[in-house]
């Protein structure tokens, strides 16, 4: 079947423009996780939802980051007034139930903010 | 402070050797660790989770062993191939029991033919 989606693979910002990043999971996964990956380093966690249900947004590294999940199926991570320190890929992964579980990521947004 | 380290040089081995990678953490009681690939332009891909009561799990070509009190885990890759060569990742909990794990920065492996 298919696996993670993620749209669109590239996106290219000026400074201080808006941005909408969308993940569409595995269907019938409960859990959504999006990370934010700088270049040579692992994944950071940004925020975590459990069906629509928006449960850890700890990682959210300030108030310009925004995630929904409305029908607990496709997310948006959107990201206002990007700046240039908010270059990096941005990866969603999916989980089939609540709990320490196997996640499927899937290939990522490079986003670039010039 | 708080760290998981894993060697940010890569590790070059010869195609059939068995390739280690360590991973190595500070101040945590993970319940759980987890190894993943990641190639390049890539998401991560899971491959293994073992728990903190168990000393060793094995898939195939992979073998990882958990190290409580030495606070370490390491990942074998027995009869190793040049599609081997990837980056790998480990993540485990850092609260003790949550199912949100926080990333290692991950290890190069390339196998030459």
Do not use: M
Not at chain 2, 77 to 104: N, R
């Amino acid at each position: 079947g298919a696996g993670v989606s993620q749209s669109p693979r590239y996106k290219v910002a000026k400074r201080g423009q808006d941005v909408a990043l969308r993940c569409d999971p595995i269907s019938g996964h409960v859990s959504l996780f999006w990370y934010q990956q700088a270049l040579g380093q692992g994944p950071e966690f940004l925020t975590y939802f459990q069906n629509e249900a928006q449960l850890d947004k700890s990682g959210l590294p300030s108030d310009r980051f925004f995630a929904e999940r409305p029908e607990g199926s496709v997310s948006t991570l959107k990201i206002q007034r990007t700046q240039q320190e908010d270059s990096a890929v941005y990866l969603c992964a999916s989980s089939s139930r609540q709990g320490i579980n196997e996640q499927f990521f899937g290939p990522g947004t490079r986003l670039t903010v010039l | 402070s708080q760290k998981i380290e894993q060697n940010s040089e890569a590790l070059n081995i010869q195609e059939g050797k068995t390739a280690t990678l360590t991973c190595n953490y500070t101040n945590y009681s993970p319940a759980y660790l987890q190894w993943y690939r990641q190639d390049p332009g890539r998401g991560p891909v899971f491959l293994l989770l073992i728990r903190e009561n168990e000393k060793e799990k094995r898939k195939e070509r992979l073998k990882v062993t958990f190290d409580t009190t030495l606070k370490q885990s390491l990942f074998h890759i027995t009869a190793s191939q040049p599609a081997d060569s990837a980056t790998y990742l480990c993540a485990l909990d850092i609260t003790g029991g949550s199912y949100i794990p926080t990333f290692g920065r991950g290890t190069s492996l390339i196998v030459h033919p």
